[in-house]
Every structure is written in structure tokens, then in C-alpha cells.
């Protein structure tokens, strides 16, 4: 469904559906209700198809029968007729300005943001359509790309071309809330390197790594923004490029990975579109930090607390994890990608990353 009106009559319908559902049901005395499936990491099933982590049979059902679930639905509603007329305007707003706008709705309005943000899931969830086909904006950022890949992005000012290692700067290209307005054209890469922080994003740019190796280099800015994802998953899936994460070595940037590769918990429900199985991490590891002897500093309680959880994520269920992250509690120690500049400014591109991508088979020269 790449038109965008197509795409924005269908989401129309299919929010006139969700609300001719609960029309009937009052109309034949029942009390109107959602099913949804319950949201937790204990409801996440590997699927075998599709190789990504999905919401499994666990479901929970809310209805207007007591006072705070009415007022639930009835927000509900009015988020569906907000986003009913701004497809009608061909407008879009941001999640925070979706909030503040719910200041004039009386009794539907939020007490936090997170309540709406968790609402317009909810609708993704019922409806099977991404929050982008409702003309949502998060507030954040896309990711920056910079290397040898060329796209065309359907922008307000029309068709426009950019190869994302010439005609940029050192900013790289910015990824477009909305993905499915930008086509892949062609690249001449041996693979995508998402990478966690600006700092080291810079280093291999100021090395020539993209050049050297024909990388394209992908700052993910912390946790990756869904348009993020959705691109790696693109990048991977129809252009055969393939993916490699680098991180900080804690808890919190196994998550990223976690994220990229296998489907965030949050958003479950869209992990065909946001994951890429085969993603492999390249680090930093617990094992990393043995072997370099990088610097490092001591685990806090909550990362203690993170790493135990992750042993309970089925996400993380594999030998190698289960390796590294008791190897990390072990040691009692994490580390972040800078850390290698211990070892000097060009180790991290001389020795570590070609040491890495030849050992995964995707180094190319």
C-alpha cells in the first residue's frame, strides 16, 4: 500500500470499523468492549515464520462496565475521531501534541503522556495499522545514515535523490518519520553497521571506514526510534545488506540490540515490520572487556537487576547470552565503545570491527 491516499482511506476505514463494532454492541444492549492481548515479556512467543517475537495467546479484555473503564473507551474514541479528521485535513501532529490537544476534551482527556502514547498502540494493535498511517509523529529524531546507499524520498516538496555518502554531510541522512515514503534505490555496501553513540559514529567516519570497507554507518542514537527500525529492516530485507549492531557493553544496550534484532516488548505487534533477525551483535561484549582489557567501570544495582532480567527474557534465551551476560555479572563490570581508544584512536577501525566482520563473513574490500 505504498499511495498515500490508499493508505490513508483505508486507515480511515478500519477506524470507522473499530467504532461500528462498539455502535452494534450498545445498539444490541451488550456492553462494548475491546480484546487485546496482554502486553508483558510473558506473553512474547517466538514465531517460527516470520523469525521474530510476537505477542502470543495471553489476551485481556476491557469494557465500559465500571466508571474507569467507560472513561478508557471513551477516550478511545475521541482519539479516533482526532485521527479520522486529521487523514480528512492531510495534517499530522506529534504524540506530546496529541496530548495537550486532549486538554479540550473534558472527561477523555489524559492525566500523562504515556497513557496516550500507550492508547495509540492500542489502536495499532486492533486496527493492524502503524501509527505513521494515522499521521503520528513521535517527538524524537530519526537516526543519521552515512555510507555507500542511494534513496529517493518522497518529501512535501516533491521527488528527491540523495546518495547517502555524497550528497551529505557529516550529519548524514536523516531517516523521515514515515520510511515507507522513501524508496531504495541501490548501494554498493557489504554491510550496515547501526551504531549506538555519536561518539563512535564520528570515529569511524573520520577513519574512512565507510570507504574502506564499504560500510554504511548507521548512528541509532541510543534506543532506536521505530523509523529506525523499520529502515535496518528494509535496508536487510530488500536490498540483501547485511546488519550488524555495536554498543556500549551494559544491559541497557543489549536492549538496543534486543530491539533491533528480535522486537521490543512494547511493540510486539509490529516486530515483522520493525525486527531483523539476522542481525548480528558485534559488541562491545562482557567477553570484550576480559579480552582487551578495556577500561571499565563497576556494575550499579540496577544493572545488576537488568542483567538478571535479561536472563529471564526469552529474547535472550540463547547460549550466547546466557554466556556473556553471567561472564558480565561475573566481572561485575561494563564498558562503552570508547573505551577502546585506550588501545589507540584506529583500533577500534584497524583491529576490532575487521577482526569482527570477518569472523560473521560480511567484510568486503
Known sequence: MSDPTERDTATKKRLMEMAKVWYDQMNSGEIPSITLPTRTKYNIEYDDESEVWKYGDKESVRNAGTAKSATHMLKMAYVIWFIKTQLQENRSSTLREMYYISEGWKQAKFGAQNESNYLIEDLEIITAMQREFFHMRPEEDGASIFGPIRIRENTRRGMKEIHCQDDVGEAGYNIPNNVENVELVDHDASCVIAIETGGMFSRLQEN???????????????????????????????????????????PWSYRIYASVAYGSIK?????????????????????????????????????????????TDPRFATDFWRKEINLQLEMNLKSEQQAFASRGLDFVTKEYLPSMLSEIGVLKR
Do not use: C, W
Request: charged share 25%; net charge negative.
Open 208 to 250: 574512512g571506514f565507510d570507504e574502506d570497507y564499504n560500510a554504511v554507518l548507521l548512528h541509532l542514537k541510543g534506543q532506536p526510534a521505530r523509523a529506525t527500525r523499520r529502515m535496518l529492516k528494509r535496508m536487510n530485507e530488500e536490498l540483501g545488506i547485511p546488519v550488524v549492531v555495536f554498543t556500549d557493553g551494559d
Open 267 to 311: 511493540s510486539a505487534h509490529m516486530s515483522e515490520l520493525l525486527a531483523t533477525p539476522s542481525a548480528q551483535f558485534i559488541g562491545v561484549k562482557p567477553s570484550d572487556i576480559q579480552r582487551y582489557n578495556l577500561p571499565a567501570d563497576k556494575l550499579t544495582e540496577q544493572d545488576v537487576s537488568a542483567l538478571r532480567a535479561e536472563l
